[in-house]
């Protein structure tokens, strides 16, 4: 095989046991139709199926598969760093286990790599089928990252291709909490994209739920944007802004002899004043815990198992 040439297909499979053989045959036949030479690395994120026996008995009668195991779910973010560190090909492309992302377009973003591009970026022609709510969320969720990282998301996701340069750019990111989707722009390289229609998920379910969701979108806000902690800031100057007025006020209610009255106002204040200054010990409190969890410098994940090498 020319090495030089080779794409390496990197996969998370979170509990995905009926996913692993069909996605495998349907990657397969359109690569091997398009000529590209590829391996196929699946990495199970700890699944508690027979994701990963699946994945080690196909590897056996198919020598482009490679497989990598977790000793415990670390999440997709770690599955995907796990092959851009375990992949040998002279670019990758990042997609996801559920066929949900059409394996026709990784033929497109060859073509591209070929040009000679080196970041060749996914976008979502339609958010496909999600709830009303779940859209609103993903817009507001998109719109607060677009705008603390200063790259479009809207339509973003992890399917991408990238170079050999740019995965080792990846790899050079210490980061404990890494968001990959904005990570892949942040690093630059010479970057396309492709559009693509996002499928239905036709096996298993969606491994989100709202509360995890929550949290990714959280994560991902802090992790590149301090500007949570300019909000405190901003609600400083507001509370001194209202300060001022309320002295002037009570110092010409003082003067003239009617002061004592306003006791409503007294417990307002406080009310809001306490809730102000919680939230934004929690801010703080937030970006703190994650200085935490960057400093212990743990791995991103542990590989338990590996098969097809
Ligand atoms: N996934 C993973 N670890 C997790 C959750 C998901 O590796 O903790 C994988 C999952 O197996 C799939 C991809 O990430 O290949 C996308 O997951 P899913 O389809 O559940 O997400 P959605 O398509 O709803 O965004
Ligand atoms: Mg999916």
Sequence with gaps: MQNDKLLSVIIPAYNEQDMISKTFHTVKEILDGANIPFELLFVDDG???????????LSKSHSEIRGISFSRNFGKESAIFAGLENASGAC???MDCDLQHPPATIVEMYRFWEQGYEVV?????????????????????????SKVTDIDMANASDFKLLDRRAMDALLLMPERAPFFRALSSWIGFKTTSVSFEVQERT???????????????????TSFSGAPMQFVTFMGWI?????????AHSLYRYFTGTALEGFTTVILLQLIIGSVLMISLGVIG????????????????LISKRCGY
Excluded: Q
Aim: a positive charge; glycine letters at 6%.
């Design 121 to 145: 970026e996914g976008v979502k022609a339609s958010r496909g089928k999600e709830s009303a709510f779940h859209k609103l969320c993903a817009n507001s969720f998109y719109g607060i990252i």
């Design 92 to 94: 990758c492309v990042i």
């Design 286 to 301: 937030h970006y703190i815990s994650r200085i935490y969890d960057e400093i212990k410098g743990r791995p991103r994940y």
């Design 239 to 247: 509370m001194l802004l209202f300060s001022v007025i309320f002295a």
């Design 47 to 57: 699944s508690k199926d027979m994701t990963y026996a699946n994945i080690s008995e």
């Design 203 to 221: 096996v298993g379910d969606s491994k989100w739920s709202m509360w995890s969701l929550t949290k990714y979108a959280i994560r991902n806000i």
